[in-house]
């Protein structure tokens, strides 16, 4: 199992920046390909980014491409979400997840895939 403690959210104006950060705990974060997925009042989680287990391969949804940057460091147990160009629209709870993926699979860019949430922080962008 492994638990997963976002934090790094909070109130930023358009065009400004902000780092999210998720710890993990376990010794087999390694294993898990991680991804950020946002939730807004009245929509459906949705998904942000992922990265592999061995940090080598990001996909991003397209909303966000070219502005937000996920890595991880296996060493902290942490992966990271570097949010820049921030938008009204970006505005959501941003939660961290873990997935096993299946085999020769990297990454999953599916809700459904992923087996371990964090409890997700506020990010809000003023206008």
């Known amino acids: 199992q492994v638990q997963l403690v976002e934090s790094g959210g909070g109130l930023v104006q358009t065009g400004g920046s902000l780092r999210l950060s998720c710890a993990a705990s376990?010794?087999?974060?390694?294993?898990?390909?991680m991804g950020w997925f946002r939730q807004a009042p009245g929509k459906e989680r949705e998904f942000v980014a992922t990265i592999s287990r061995s940090g080598g391969s990001t996909v991003y949804a397209d909303s966000v491409k070219g502005r937000f940057a996920i890595s991880r460091d296996n060493a902290k147990n942490a992966v990271y979400l570097q949010m820049s160009s921030l938008k009204p629209e970006d505005t959501a709870v941003y939660y961290c997840a873990a997935d096993s993926p299946g085999y020769g699979l990297l990454y999953s860019t599916s809700k459904y895939e992923y087996d371990y949430w964090g409890q997700g922080t506020q990010v809000t962008v003023s206008s």
């Open positions: 376990g010794r087999t974060f390694s294993s898990y390909a």
